[in-house]
């Protein structure tokens, strides 16, 4: 006997959808010549129209950004930013209902993942730079450390509030001020983030948020006003960004794409493993960049570990992301759905066999059935290029040293996943996985004391943790 799923909406009534929302600048929201609109991506519906920040704008929030970076926030002693930065976490904290509803409807994720991933993460980090703020001396940077300056920040539409939290909390406790550009199809919850910076009475201009799409983004990391340059998002941006800012003199930290290797070996608990599996590939529609996106089985156990997995993804919920009920969400954008179309139709061109659990999609709205490829050769696109979806390419291993010359065999190098029942193994392939992030028997684990970032195509620099410091200081 099975029992059906009853509908759990989260209530919408909690957010307070304005018709548009300007630029917030200067401690002000102030109005752009030109606008765009954000959409709800599991309905197409508008929810609001945004502004679209041009060159002058960008002049205009840079020195606003230098103004309090010279006047209040540079000379503020760390204790007092610090309460600054408390001030905010709370109110992330005491607004997190409200703002992982609108992630959820700007975005397109399931609201189980917003309001228990996402904001509890946002706060985490919020809390944890506000108590480096005084403690800068003492973080092995020197007994001195100086902030940069302005730094101008770009970031995607993965995790709007998680990037902006990542970006702008360790900015901000090193004392440098804050110019932030959202991703164009979510940016309701950095706009909604203006507004708790107003609420905690932060200085005008010590955090600056400019909407916009790529050309925004390019006139900010290309300002000769702002001293650091941080990006998040494709490599193709990222190499753009690289060489624009070479020989200015400029920061510069780039976390780009990925195509981690999730390793199960033949000892591995093999439900424990699935469940890994699963969170690795379709948590946030596999919208990850540390997604577990090539599953290397070992020969031995793959057929049975295939079975398991196919089993669980067919008890996967897609749907409506405001249902609490919800596993897997709508894919953010119809340019995004175009390319995991395109990827996937590779997939099976290319040979590799393609299966998806029956599964209703909605009529309207942007989806993708939870897909995994078996058969796929280490040469087939999907092995090499990031998808940015549901989408599992399955590869298999016979030797611990082929896992690891397979799991390597990348031009990206984000994270890895290894399950085994052996610590010494988990030690062994820990140390040849060339990759930023290794996580053992788990996946997608993360924390704000714990450092991220990436080798090779994937990026430089590290967020998060003590080393995540470093980006900010001179
Ligand atoms: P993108 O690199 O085009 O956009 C990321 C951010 O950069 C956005 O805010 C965008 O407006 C801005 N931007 C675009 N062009 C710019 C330019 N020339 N100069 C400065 N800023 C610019 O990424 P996307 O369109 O969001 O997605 C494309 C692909 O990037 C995805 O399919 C995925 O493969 C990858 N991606 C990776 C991550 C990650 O976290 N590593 C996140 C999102 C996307
Ligand atoms: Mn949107």
Redesign the pocket.
């Known amino acids: 006997m099975s029992f059906e799923y009853a509908p759990a909406p989260e209530s919408r009534d909690i957010v307070d959808l304005k018709p548009s929302y300007g630029l917030y600048v200067d401690g002000e929201f102030v109005e752009a010549k030109n606008t765009f609109k954000t959409i709800n991506p599991a309905t197409e519906e508008t929810l609001a129209e945004v502004a679209e920040a041009g060159a002058d704008d960008v002049d205009r929030a840079v020195a606003a950004a230098r103004r309090a970076y010279d006047t209040v926030w540079g000379p503020m002693p760390g204790a007092e930013r610090a309460k600054y930065l408390f001030r905010i976490a709370r109110l992330i904290q005491e607004r997190s209902r409200e703002l992982a509803v609108l992630e959820s409807i700007d975005n397109g994720k399931p609201i189980r993942e917003s309001r228990d991933v996402d904001l509890p993460l946002v706060a985490a980090h919020f809390f944890y730079y506000a108590g480096w703020a005084d403690k800068l001396p003492y973080a092995g940077f020197g007994p001195d450390p100086r902030p940069l300056g302005v730094a101008g920040q770009?970031?995607?539409?993965?995790?709007p509030l998680l990037?902006l939290a990542w970006k702008i909390a360790p900015a901000l406790a090193c004392g440098n001020t804050v110019v932030l550009?959202?991703?164009?199809?979510t940016p309701l919850t950095a706009l909604a983030f203006a507004e708790i910076c107003a609420q905690a009475e932060l200085p005008p201009g010590v955090v600056n948020i400019l909407t916009?799409?790529?050309?925004?983004?390019?006139a900010?990391?290309?300002h000769p006003g702002v001293d650091k340059v941080a990006?998040?998002?494709?490599?193709?941006?990222?190499r753009?960004?690289a060489r624009?800012v070479a020989g200015t003199g400029k920061r510069l930290t780039l976390?780009?794409?990925?195509k981690a290797a999730n390793i199960v070996f033949d000892d591995a608990p093999l439900d424990q493993a699935v469940e890994g599996i699963v969170n690795g590939i379709f948590f946030n529609q596999g919208?990850?960049?540390?997604a577990g996106s090539r599953l290397l089985a070992q020969e031995s156990v793959a057929d049975e570990l295939l079975d398991r997995l196919k089993a669980r993804m067919a008890t996967l919920r897609v749907g409506d992301p405001l249902d609490k009920n919800t596993d897997v969400g709508a894919i953010?954008s119809a340019?995004?759905l175009a390319?995991i179309r395109e990827l996937s139709d590779s997939g099976e061109v290319e040979g590799a066999t393609r299966w998806s659990p029956a599964c209703e999609l909605p009529e309207r709205g942007f989806w993708f059935a939870p897909t995994v490829f078996t058969g796929v050769a280490a040469s087939h696109r999907i092995a090499r290029e990031?998808?940015?979806g549901p989408v599992l390419s399955v590869l298999t291993f016979r030797t611990p040293a082929e896992a690891v010359e397979k799991a390597n065999n990348t031009p990206y190098g984000?994270s890895a996943g290894i399950w085994t029942d052996k610590g010494s193994r988990i030690l062994w392939a820990a140390e040849r996985l060339r990759a930023g992030v290794v996580w053992a028997n788990t996946f997608n684990k993360f924390d704000p004391a714990s450092p991220f970032g990436g080798y090779k195509e994937?990026?430089f620099g590290r967020e998060g943790g003590r080393h995540g410091l470093e980006a900010y200081l001179r």
């Open positions: 770009v970031i995607p539409w993965n995790f990037m550009k959202p991703a164009e199809t916009g799409a790529g050309e925004t983004g390019r900010l990391v290309e990006f998040t998002g494709s490599t193709e941006v990222g753009q960004i624009s976390e780009l794409g990925g919208h990850v960049c540390c953010n340019a995004q390319k990031e998808i940015f984000l994937s990026g």
